[in-house]
């Protein structure tokens, strides 16, 4: 197992980001080797800084496509960032990356455990999953699609509430919405096969 290597922060060394995201869009195509993640992110300008270039993490992806407002822009990608500078101050950003959960071994971000895909971003393990404001201050509401070929996974689950569950060519996608803007570490996906346990509880009006 790869040990991640943990970087100290400093309270004083905290600061304020020079974006936000607000609303992501995220679709999940599960591939145990090669799934492809297509993230399309509503980025806000918060300082007054029209030269500050947006610097998203990110570790161990496959870039694929940027755009801009739908349209094609230039970018650097370094180990640990996506970096774009000129930007608007307010747009629409996609992202297409591809990751390999079955080899990920740091078991941060999204990966396989038992033939099972699962995640664990807290504290920084977003990152792994694609380009994004990793860090606890941007707070944004998620929307989340999981595809997979139909039966191949009875559970596909993620935050919020269950929008949809539809077969078309034999592509099962689910969707989850939640309504609430929360961190990137709390983001969670899994998919497989697990054991279900019911039982009632019986409250003291004799209701269930």
Known sequence: MTEAIVQEKRRLDYKSPDFTIEDIDLTFTLDMEATVVTAVSKVKRLTSDKQAALVLDGEELVLK?????????EYEVTSSSLILKNVPNDFTLK??????????????????????????????????????????????????????????????????NL????VENDIRTVTWQDPFPKPSYLFALVAGDFDELKREFITKSGKK
């Open 65 to 73: 496509e940027v755009l801009v407002n739908d349209c094609a822009t």
């Open 95 to 160: 992202v297409v990356t591809i990751i390999n959960p079955k080899n990920n071994t740091s078991l941060m971000g999204l990966y396989v455990s038992d033939g099972k895909f699962c995640t664990q971003n807290e504290p920084e393990g977003f990152r792994r999953i694609t380009y994004f404001l990793d860090r606890s201050d941007v707070l944004a509401k998620y929307t989340t699609h999981i595809q997979a070929p139909n039966n191949q996974y009875t559970y596909m689950l993620s935050n919020g």
């Open 163 to 166: 929008i949809s569950d539809v």
